[in-house]
């Protein structure tokens, strides 16, 4: 798809960090300013399902990206999940439509273990399936917990390059990782035309490379092409997250999206050593294990990610 974006001044940071974080295809017409750009969005190419595919060549994506429908949910698994979540509703911001997303019930499912770059695993089912609310008739979507946070002015973004191409689509009762996925990536592209602060957009990156790990974690039965997608998807949402949590951390305050400055300091390390960066990782980690306000947990954390570093360099 083609969103014709970001043509002020002022808006030259954001061009900044779409332009170093996302491997777009990109045509650009720069002056001093960045007079124009054009993105053709690689990674936003299964929105093509949500009408948000508009040039010729993404129509043609947009066959050959059809989710497949939630086969990967067993019956019982599925009867388990349902009987934990329900339906909430809440009133779109943008068009005015009512809308419907599905809620884990409170106390329902149970923290398991941590990764190390704190993605959380629960038991029964993976909360970060429903954590995006997406509006089916204006194509808004956003965190829920930020979906009613939004300046006219943004509306406003959102109708003009959003709304106008956008064609919702019926969500089965129960998520998978691929539809958890789509419903993120719409959010990251809302994100991106609202311009939300750097930090969330890194954040957004992050939650979809956990979806792509979550997927492969849970398919036990991929074919080998298939691994190899999603291991090079989650590697690539890696890179977005941990280039957007740098710029953050350079020009952010925190804490912000939840994050204090040392955990987005461990997280660009942790981020890092994922992507094969290990004198990058070894940088920010060495400095989250020296500071003094570092929680206990924390460093633990750092302790045990320059391990892997140390044995990734000599493994090399
Ligand atoms: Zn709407």
């Not at 955990?263 to 981020?271: M, P």
């Amino acid at each position: 798809m083609a969103i014709l974006l970001l043509i002020q001044k002022k808006r030259v940071k954001t061009i900044s960090f779409l332009i170093e974080s996302f491997h777009l295809r990109i045509l650009i017409k720069q002056t001093k300013y960045a007079k124009e750009v054009i993105i053709l969005a690689d990674i936003f190419s299964d929105l093509a399902n949500l009408g948000l595919g508009s040039t010729e060549k993404f129509q043609v994506f947009e066959a050959e990206k059809k989710l497949q429908e939630p086969q990967i949910i067993q019956k019982e698994k599925k009867f388990e999940i349902e009987s934990i979540l329900y339906f909430a509703k809440i009133k779109c911001p943008v068009c005015g439509s009512e809308v419907l997303f599905r809620t884990i019930k409170s106390g329902k499912i149970r923290l398991v273990k941590t990764d190390l770059d704190l993605r959380p695993i629960y038991d029964v089912v993976d909360p970060s399936l429903y954590e995006v609310a997406v509006c089916n008739t204006c194509g808004y979507a956003a965190l829920k917990k930020r979906f009613l946070s939004i300046t006219p002015k943004n509306i406003e973004l959102i109708k003009t390059n959003i709304s106008h191409q956008f064609v919702g689509r019926d969500y089965p009762d129960v998520y998978n990782y691929e539809i958890a996925i789509e419903r993120y990536k719409l959010a990251l592209l809302d994100a991106i035309v609202i311009e939300v602060s750097d930090c969330e957009k890194a954040f957004l990156c992050l939650k979809i490379a956990w979806l792509y790990r979550g997927y492969l974690e849970q398919e036990k039965n991929c074919d080998a092409k298939k691994i190899e997608e999603y291991q090079l998807s989650e590697k690539t949402f890696l890179e977005h997250a941990l280039e957007g949590f740098k710029i953050a951390h350079h020009q952010e305050k925190f804490p912000t999206m939840g994050l204090d400055e040392l955990t987005v300091k461990f997280l660009i390390g942790e981020l890092s050593r994922r992507v094969g960066l290990y004198e990058d990782a070894l940088k920010w980690i060495s400095e989250v294990m020296v500071s003094k306000s570092a929680s206990r947990r924390l460093k633990d954390r750092a302790l045990e990610s320059k391990l892997l570093i140390k044995q990734a360099k000599g493994a090399n």
